[in-house]
């Protein structure tokens, strides 16, 4: 399902006209599609194994509480790594009951706050937290429930900010330590081993890495089964890979099918934790061209959105497709550099992008639904854009845009 496309040469999300969005709301603008997310949703939903798994919308991906609430809608369960995630969720309508908290800093305050709030389950990753969280448990009188976050040591063809089941990577235990870990995770007082949980990293196209992982986590289960431990669930985590580029993505519905086929004779429920395959295509970032330069070697189109809005390209090279909203036809194509007007070399939207453009025109950032608006900043006090999000041939403002006055809202004047 795309519902982000071109009627007659003009950008539409859903039925709305991006044209007249833009008109409405001005630039940087995120526009979100509410179908695509829900569609893009229950790709990770199998009928034949409903009562066997839990589905938990990795909440970092984007956190407007609209979507937060557009997804609690639907049932879903959600994946966070902090206290202000967490709570996001509660006030969007989310289960506590359906809630993983993830993450390897958890404060003790955070810890105290989950628990209070009846959270599904920890997902520990160190030996240090995994006494952290019984001795906050024990001082309130409750269980924590926990699965322990193993690293299966398999790489993965992503870039290295996001890879994370790697010995080296800072993400849970190694999987030579996980065994003495769950023994003594059995003898604390205030723990219910429940699970096991790994995720391999962010972006990922192939399936194999995936089926290996639970291979080896697998084996941990029998393992640990002989020692007394059983065990209820596994945690795939998330990490399957969006369309930004010409590189095909692997199709949820495919992976969900293969997971299950590897452990369908287990007495196991299966936890996902998808994030930016559900949203990150259901966004496009509009932003108008404020001027062309040509400096003798290259042309820029230099926008009105910067990496503060989009830090993705200029934090992990990433590629995003950019177009026009309007196509036009009498002009001829040249290839630009996008660039913002942030003070930084790194500034830039986009690279050698063949585009036919003129100065006023707007152009769309596509693929921007994930680790988009939630990463952006004031840097060179920048107001935040705002987010649209559209259901059909209405568009709902869901973040309005900061004023001025907003940027130093939070800051003290010594006088």
């Excluded at 969280?133 to 398999?154: L, Y």
């Excluded at 061209?289 to 820029?300: D, R, Y």
């Excluded at 996008?338 to 036919?356: I, M, Q, W, Y």
Aim: charged share 20%.
């Amino acid at each position: 399902m795309n519902l982000i496309r071109y009627i007659k040469k003009e950008l539409y999300v859903e039925d709305c006209a991006v044209s007249r969005l833009v008109e409405k709301h001005s630039t940087p603008l995120f526009v979100y599609s509410k179908a695509m997310i829900a569609h893009n949703w229950r790709q990770f939903e199998s009928p034949e194994f409903k009562n066997k798994q839990m589905v938990c919308y990795a909440v970092k991906a984007n956190s407007n509480i609209s979507i937060l609430s557009t997804l609690a809608k639907l049932g879903a369960g959600f994946d966070v790594v902090s206290q202000g995630e967490l709570a996001r969720v509660i006030a969007a309508g989310g289960d506590p009951k359906r809630i993983i908290f993830s993450g390897v800093g958890k404060k003790s305050s955070e810890i105290a706050y989950a628990l209070d709030a009846g959270i599904f389950s920890f997902n520990v990753e160190s030996e240090a937290e995994l006494y952290r969280i019984n001795k906050v448990a024990a001082g309130i009188n409750k269980i924590a429930t926990i699965s322990i976050r193993v690293n299966p040591d398999v790489s993965v063809d992503t870039h290295p900010y996001i890879s994370t089941g790697l010995k080296e990577n800072k993400f849970g235990v190694s999987i030579e330590d996980a065994k003495p870990l769950y023994i003594q995770a059995k003898t604390l007082s205030h723990v219910s081993l429940k699970g096991i949980d790994f995720h391999i990293g962010s972006q990922i196209t192939d399936i194999s890495p995936f089926l290996d992982s639970i291979d080896r986590m697998l084996q941990l289960i029998d393992e640990l089964s002989d020692l007394g431990i059983s065990l209820t669930h596994l945690n795939v985590g998330g990490g399957i890979g969006v369309q930004y580029d010409n590189k095909s993505p692997l199709l949820a519905t495919n992976y969900v099918k293969a997971v299950f086929e590897k452990v369908k004779q287990r007495d196991l429920t299966l936890i996902f934790e998808p994030g930016r395959a559900v949203v990150a295509n259901a966004g496009v970032l509009i932003t108008e061209i404020e001027l062309i330069k040509n400096n003798g070697e290259k042309n820029f189109a230099i926008v009105d959105a910067a990496m503060n809005d989009l830090l993705r390209p200029a934090l992990y090279g990433a590629w995003h497709n950019i177009h026009p909203v309007v196509e036009h036809d009498n002009l001829t194509s040249k290839v630009y550099d996008v660039v913002g007007p942030v003070c930084e070399s790194s500034d830039f939207l986009g690279k050698n992008r063949t585009l036919a453009i003129e100065e006023g025109d707007y152009l769309a950032i596509f693929s921007t639904g994930a680790y988009s608006f939630c990463m952006s900043s004031n840097y060179n006090s920048r107001p935040k854009a705002a987010e649209v999000l559209i259901d059909g041939d209405t568009a709902h403002l869901i973040s309005k845009r900061e004023s001025i006055n907003d940027l130093w809202r939070n800051e003290v004047l010594i006088k």
